[in-house]
């Protein structure tokens, strides 16, 4: 009877470490981020696999290195970071100044737009380039994008 209730409670915590496993096809990984061969913070980096119906993102640390979990297999990738001296001014416009204005105050405005640190391609996976097969077990990522 012993020997009965041991095996019965091996094979409970057996089906239940099985149970709680993830199971959604997903891999943890990690990696880093650079932009002209330096590591970057405060990107973002999208990994579409499962033939383009899974998505995750992630953002850089200040080393550039990130983690996520994310589809196993193909992944297309696009990174993106841009820059946001302006981003306060340009979050606090009211309905009035979204209508144009002279061209002194168009040329204002355009100085603080908001500008991509990375080359523009790169935050589009169709045209990045950048393509991951992710699997258990991989080293670290490293992803390596221009500014230009």
Do not use: Y
Request: hydrophobic content about 40%.
């Amino acid at each position: 009877m012993k020997h009965l209730r041991e095996f019965f409670i091996i094979g409970l915590a057996s089906v239940w470490a099985v149970g709680c496993a993830p199971s959604d096809g997903r891999v943890a990984i990690t990696g880093t981020l650079e932009v002209d061969n330096q590591p970057i913070e405060g990107a973002n980096i999208a990994f579409i696999g499962g033939g383009g119906g899974i998505m995750t993102t992630a953002s850089t640390d200040a080393e550039g290195k990130f983690s996520a979990r994310v589809a196993s297999g193909k992944n297309k990738v696009s990174v993106s970071k841009g820059e946001t001296a302006g981003a306060d001014e340009w979050a606090e416009m009211d309905e009035e100044e979204t209508t144009m204005g002279t061209p002194d105050e168009v040329a204002s405005l355009m100085e603080n737009q908001p500008t991509s640190l990375i080359a523009p391609k790169f935050a589009d996976p169709a045209t990045s380039g950048l393509e991951f097969d992710i699997s258990e077990g991989m080293q670290p990522l490293i992803i390596s994008v221009t500014s230009k």
